[in-house]
């Protein structure tokens, strides 16, 4: 995708038609009959799934790998565009129990599988649950220690890739050897030192570093660290996403527990910002 040096914006109707026209261009490299029938219907599964990029798309990770997904109609895109989607919630396999419970289940198979056990009447069946139960919630940011170590081992140097957490979609380019997401929160608008954040740990500990990957001290509004802005703008956005995907269809249990949790929080920000006035006597 070419775009003219001076052009500052770009809408998304745009993004769309340039997305629509890459995918066009592409041909497969085996030109049989069967081969050409199935990239046909890719093309066509493909540019039904485009109008929802600017929204969200449905994506079901596996625990078992970076890249593995289950494959719905919305990872063709990336495969098309020859663009790798990457996730890192991963289950140790230093830990034989957590393999044994999760297998190669996907994150909805897994939450099915919780709730089936928990239900039995078998006893090893009821504990193999409560492990699995016990993985989601002891890696409920979505990144382990394992999966960050095979994320940084399978990417690329200079690969520009997609990596995918807590329900957000990020552009991810291994440099000299490190991760970095680029940041696109709304607070950073007018940071122009602000680019890349890297990725480097699971407890959210990270940098902000500049276009040429230099580290970036830039000052908060307000006095502000640009981490806590960043926290608390993404947690706007958070809900208002959850809002939108409430309206439009069934929320999953972990994007309830953010509606929830960001609800929560616009709340306690409103009472701090709105105390009530006390009744006259």
């Given at each position: ?169 990020s552009t991810m380019i291994k440099h000299k ?21 890297s990725l480097h740990s699971v407890d959210g ?21 640009p981490d806590q802005r960043l926290q608390q ?49």
């Amino acid at each position: 995708v070419k775009l003219p040096p001076q052009k500052e914006l770009i809408t998304a109707e745009e993004l769309m038609a340039h997305l629509g026209n890459c995918i066009l261009a592409t041909q497969p490299r085996d030109t049989s009959e069967g081969l050409q029938l199935n990239f046909q219907q890719n093309i066509s599964d493909t540019m039904t799934v485009l109008p929802k990029l600017s929204t969200g798309l449905d994506v079901n990770v596996r625990f078992t790998g970076v890249s593995d997904f289950e494959y719905t109609p919305e990872c063709i895109v990336f495969d098309l565009l020859n663009i790798p989607l990457y996730h890192g919630w991963l289950v140790d396999p230093q830990s034989p129990e957590q393999v044994q419970a999760v297998g190669k289940l996907s994150y909805n198979q897994l939450v099915e599988k919780i709730i089936t056990c928990k239900q039995a009447s078998d006893s090893s069946l009821v504990s193999e649950g409560l492990v699995a139960e016990q993985f989601l919630e002891s890696t409920a940011s979505q990144l382990t220690f394992h999966g960050l170590c095979e994320l940084t081992a399978r990417a690329r140097e200079g690969e520009l890739g997609v990596f995918f957490r807590n329900n957000h979609f990020s552009t991810m380019i291994k440099h000299k050897g490190h991760l970095y997401l680029l940041v696109t929160d709304q607070g950073f608008l007018r940071e122009e030192r602000v680019v890349w954040e890297s990725l480097h740990s699971v407890d959210g500990d990270s940098c902000f570093c500049d276009t040429d990957f230099h580290l970036s001290h830039a000052p908060g509004k307000d006095g502000a660290p640009p981490d806590q802005r960043l926290q608390q703008s993404q947690v706007d956005q958070d809900f208002m996403v959850a809002m939108s995907l409430h309206q439009g269809q069934t929320l999953l249990p972990s994007v309830l527990s953010d509606l929830e949790l960001a609800r929560q929080l616009q709340h306690e920000e409103y009472q701090q910002h709105h105390p009530h006035p006390h009744p006259h006597p």
